[in-house]
């Protein structure tokens, strides 16, 4: 509970002062997938926007551990990982390393080789898409095109129906 209530305040403070600073969002201005950086569940691989198959989807998913709505996200995305066969999941929390582990541990995600977790050290998603709840989800097409933005948990049928049809 503790991890969650740092991690609104957080959320705030960078929203906050996002705001000050202008009024359209990083992601609308670019509408490009954008250059970061994570820390892999490993906590010595680093994992950059180069590092992505340009021949696939791109949906970024910043989640909470101990978030329900990201729990329940993540299980709908994994009983339907076969709509997601040419989607490449990259996953990120500011959260601590253990709790993440934790979570990439339960949910088995080291079974799907689409899916990347790591920790965003730099907290740079946040502030960048503005979220303001999580699950946060961006997708992305082939070409590196943003496609779709939901602010807090979606319905699988919704967000499959996002997906390019390719």
Do not use: W
């Not at 992505?52 to 101990?66: A, C, V, Y």
């Amino acid at each position: 509970m503790k991890s969650l209530h740092l991690f609104l305040i957080f959320i705030c403070i960078t929203a906050a002062a996002s705001a000050s600073v202008d009024s359209i969002p990083a992601h609308l201005k670019n509408l490009k997938i954008p250059d970061f950086k994570i820390l892999l569940v490993d906590s010595i691989t680093n994992f950059y926007t180069e590092n992505l198959d340009t021949g696939k989807n791109t949906l970024i998913m910043i989640f909470s551990p101990d978030c329900d709505h990201c729990q329940h996200q993540t299980e709908d995305i994994i009983k339907n990982i076969d709509a997601f066969k040419n989607t490449q999941i990259v996953m990120n929390t500011v959260l601590p390393f253990s709790q993440m582990k934790n979570f990439y541990e339960t949910y088995q995600l080291q079974r799907f080789k689409n899916i990347v977790m790591g920790r965003d050290v730099l907290f740079f998603f946040s502030p960048y898409y503005r979220a303001q709840f999580t699950p946060y989800l961006a997708l992305y097409n082939k070409k590196g095109e943003l496609l779709y933005t939901n602010d807090g948990q979606v319905k699988i049928e919704t967000l499959i129906a996002q997906l390019p049809k390719n």
